[in-house]
């Protein structure tokens, strides 16, 4: 029996009729499983839309988890920062009234400090003091005329700076002793120091006038041999002047100085320089010229003077003694009663307390 929703079979006829079946068989195998194959990525489909789902739903709880964590992190963090905040809030207001407390009492003892310290004119007058008695000091002890000056100048250049009309008497007595001190020749001590430490250091190889010698003769120019004979008598000439020698002098005979003695001799003579060297720095001028006339004399009495240690010693000890020395040197009395009488008119005079009457 054939179905009735068959379509109708073709006229048969022809050679084609035995494969109309047969089509009609791959047309519905194919339509098959093409609806097979649509259902099963259909399925496919679903289950992965399903599995994705399922996933969104896994991450999106993750993360509402982690989110949930890191507001509850988040809201103690901020409880902390509080606490801390409030107590960093306590130790400035704190800090903030020990620093008004602070500055309170810098402000009283600074105005204590400006009610007890002196002014700045009381604290020049004071260093022009201390300048003055300095300055005085170098040219009682030393002699030292260039620093004194110096001081003086500075202790002008700081009243200078004080610009008040009490200071032009003190100034007046500072420029005076300022010339006084120019007028005062200088003596560059420095200097003869040198030559002294230099004429020191010759001592010791300045020969004895008693180790002088004649000039050593040429020796005469080769000439042919003589014979024995004249040789002989020869030789014996001149053992015989040997032992004979005849000297013209233009000066008296040199002391003799026993070899043991000659040490003696030269340390006396180096004390004698050092000596004048102490008399020098110290502005001794009667013991300088003592000491370099003493110096001088033995050199020429006991040294060779034609030699050229001699001479130079000579000539330098010879300078040094006729270099002038300054007279008394200026004191600076008058500018230190000049400043103490400014500072004493400027302190201030406590009123007497009167006296209690009796009961």
Not at 44 to 65: I, N, P, Q, Y
Not at 146 to 153: D, I, T, V
Not at 171 to 196: N, S, Y
Request: glycine share 4%.
């Amino acid at each position: 029996m054939s179905d009735p929703a068959d379509p109708p079979a073709p006229p048969s006829g022809g050679g084609a009729e035995p494969h109309a079946p047969a089509t009609r068989l791959a047309s519905r195998g194919f339509v098959v499983v093409a609806a097979m194959a649509v259902a099963a990525l259909a399925a496919a489909g679903w289950l992965d839309a399903r599995r994705e789902v399922r996933d969104l739903r896994e991450e999106a709880a993750r993360r509402l988890t982690a989110t949930e964590a890191a507001q509850a992190a988040a809201r103690e963090r901020e409880g902390r920062v509080d606490g801390e905040l409030r107590e960093a809030q306590a130790k400035l207001a704190l800090l903030q009234a020990r620093v008004a407390e602070s500055q309170s009492q810098q402000a009283a003892l600074e105005a204590l400090y400006r009610e007890m310290a002196p002014s700045r004119d009381d604290l020049a007058l004071t260093e022009v003091e201390q300048i003055l008695l300095i300055a005085n000091q170098q040219l009682a002890l030393a002699g030292n005329v260039p620093a004194a000056l110096a001081a003086l100048q500075l202790a002008d250049g700081k009243l200078a700076r004080v610009d008040r009309p009490q200071v032009a008497p003190l100034r007046r007595a500072i420029g005076r002793d300022v010339e006084r001190l120019r007028a005062v020749p200088f003596i560059d001590v420095t200097a003869i120091t040198v030559k002294l430490d230099a004429a020191i250091a010759q001592v010791d190889a300045l020969p004895l006038a008693r180790d002088e010698r004649l000039p050593t003769p040429k020796p005469a120019a080769p000439a042919a041999e003589p014979p024995a004979w004249r040789r002989f008598l020869g030789d014996a000439w001149e053992e015989l002047r040997s032992l004979v020698r005849l000297e013209i002098s233009d000066r008296p005979m040199a002391p003799l100085v026993a070899r043991e003695q000659a040490y003696f001799l030269r340390e006396n003579l180096r004390l004698r320089l050092l000596s004048a060297r102490v008399a020098i720095l110290g502005r001794q001028e009667a013991s300088y010229k003592a000491d370099l006339k003493a110096a001088l004399a033995w050199t020429r009495q006991y040294f060779d003077m034609r030699t050229k240690q001699g001479q130079a010693l000579q000539e330098t000890l010879s300078q040094m003694l006729n270099t002038p020395m300054p007279d008394d040197l200026p004191d600076l009395g008058a500018s230190l009663d000049a400043v103490r009488a400014l500072k004493a008119a400027q302190e201030p005079r406590v009123p007497p307390t009167p006296a209690r009457a009796n009961r």
